[in-house]
């Protein structure tokens, strides 16, 4: 991956967000692209070695779009200013579709790399499940927590969107209350990429990877009854 050529289209991207541009540069796109693609495709198979289950995730599902959806946003940029991709072992990305917990990575304009992994804003059937799972599961969502490969990389579960009081149905006394007002179950980083050279990048994006599986791991288990 060509992060010096990647970073300087998205920059220009952002400041000519139009489809003219566009098309005049789709040339470029497509070589980014598919060079990107190359880059998931190699990841899968490097996640594959500390996660099986993701054996059949198709490479080019797990990319995003660079076309924005305008429908409910007239008016808006048509283009993202990022080539991003969740893989997932069900392979579908969206919370909606029930794509399940991910490993997710974009890289943005301004060069940076930002990595993830668990579930974010699942719908409502699915966090009542991810809720019932720490119920049922107290000491498996401890061992995450506690987690030295999480914590070290990531420094722990996000916060942004928790309730102010516990979801309904659940009591104030449960012992993980705290992360029962959770809307989303991830952990994530972001860095700059201005001294990564390409050969490096997958490397460091599996280091991210393998450091949040066992967040993904246990979140895949809700609503299963495994382990």
């Not at 693609?37 to 996640?47: K, P, Y």
Request: charged content about 25%; proline content about 7%.
């Amino acid at each position: 991956m060509h992060l010096r050529d990647l970073t300087q289209f998205l920059h220009e991207l952002e400041q000519n967000n139009n489809r003219a541009w566009f098309v005049m540069n789709k040339p470029r796109y497509d070589i980014l692209r598919a060079e990107f693609l190359e880059l998931v495709t190699e990841l899968i198979a490097g996640i594959v070695k500390f996660d099986p289950a993701m054996a059949g995730c198709n490479p080019k599902k797990a990319l995003f779009r660079i076309n924005r959806d305008l429908r409910f946003r007239p008016g808006g940029d048509p283009y993202k200013t990022t080539f991003s991709a969740a893989m997932t072992a069900s392979g579908l990305k969206k919370p909606s579709e029930g794509g399940g917990p991910f490993y997710y990575f974009q890289l943005n304009a301004h060069g940076e790399l930002f990595s993830a992994g668990g579930e974010y804003m699942p719908p409502a059937s699915r966090l009542r499940e991810i809720r019932q799972h720490i119920v049922a599961d107290p000491k498996g969502l401890n061992a995450i927590l506690k987690d030295k490969g999480l914590q070290t990389v990531f420094g722990g579960l996000q916060e942004e969107d928790k309730l102010v009081r516990p979801p309904k149905g659940f009591d104030a006394g449960e012992p993980h209350i705290e992360q029962l007002k959770l809307k989303s179950f991830v952990v994530r980083k972001r860095i700059g990429t201005g001294k990564i050279i390409g050969p490096d990048l997958p490397a460091l994006i599996l280091a991210d990877f393998k450091a949040a599986q066992p967040l993904v791991k246990w979140l895949r288990a809700a609503g299963t009854g495994s382990d």
